[in-house]
């Protein structure tokens, strides 16, 4: 139990292209989902906390205009990279918390998406 | 602020030797405390949590850590280790239900034969 998933594993865009990452929950609803990029070597930096039905929080130093990011249902959570440059070029991981669980501090993260813009 | 520090950004053992990890994170009331590893491209695993129950918690493969309140700590050892755990080791910590982990800035475990 309590799988997330994330499509795609890995992408390769062209400068300048936009594109999407999802990340669904399998089997259990999430009220809350984060997404966090980590570079080579590096640890995981979170970027926003995503709350189903309403705005996305967003870490200090992280463009909202840049990193679009949707929880439109309990299960899906969707970040799109817009106007991808290079720099952008990272691991990024979700992770999902079950709601209505007395372990509201554990997490489930997804295997993750490689983005490589060229 | 709170915060999570692994206290070694390498270790190497050799297979059949003691493997130890360390983390430390600042004081808290009741933090909640996760060992996670993640091979090269993958995804995390969950190797083991402390939610305020038992203080020796263990985990999958072999591992085990202690919450010593005392000493802030939670170390994650091993009796022998193998060559499949081999990877990058985070420390997590959760200080408030809901909120977003702390993330350690990682561990890399290397075990020659």
């Known amino acids: 139990g309590a799988v997330v998933s994330q499509h795609p594993s890995w992408v390769i865009c062209k400068s300048g292209t936009s594109v999407k990452i999802e990340c669904r929950s399998l089997?259990?609803?999430?009220?809350?989902m984060f997404w966090y990029r980590q570079f080579p070597k590096q640890s995981l930096m979170l970027m926003a906390t995503?709350?189903?039905?309403?705005?996305?929080?967003?870490e200090q130093g992280v463009e909202k205009d840049k990193f679009l990011i949707n929880h439109a249902s309990l299960t899906l959570s969707t970040l799109t990279v817009t106007s991808a440059h290079p720099e952008d070029s990272s691991f990024y991981i979700c992770?999902?918390?079950?709601?209505?669980?007395?372990?509201?501090?554990?997490?489930?993260f997804g295997p993750g998406t490689r983005l490589t813009v060229t | 602020a709170q915060s999570v520090t692994q206290l070694d950004s390498h270790v190497s053992v050799s297979e059949g030797t003691p493997v130890l990890l360390r983390c430390n994170y600042s004081?808290?009331?009741?933090?909640?405390l996760f060992w996670y590893v993640q091979h090269p491209n993958k995804g995390l695993q969950l190797l083991l949590k402390?939610?305020?129950?038992?203080?020796l918690v263990k985990g999958i493969n072999g591992f085990e850590a202690e919450f010593k309140k005392s000493e802030t700590s939670f170390h994650l050892t091993k009796p022998s280790a193998h060559m499949s755990d081999a990877a990058e080791y985070f420390c997590?910590?959760?200080?408030?239900?809901?909120?977003?982990?702390?993330f350690g800035k990682g561990t890399t475990l290397s075990v020659s034969s």
């Open positions: 992770s999902a918390r079950i709601i209505g669980t007395t372990l509201s501090y554990e997490q489930y």
């Open positions: 089997d259990f609803q999430a009220t809350t």
């Open positions: 995503s709350n189903e039905g309403s705005k996305a929080t967003y």
């Open positions: 004081s808290s009331y009741s933090p909640s």
């Open positions: 402390y939610t305020s129950a038992a203080t």
């Open positions: 997590v910590v959760g200080y408030e239900a809901g909120t977003a982990l702390i």
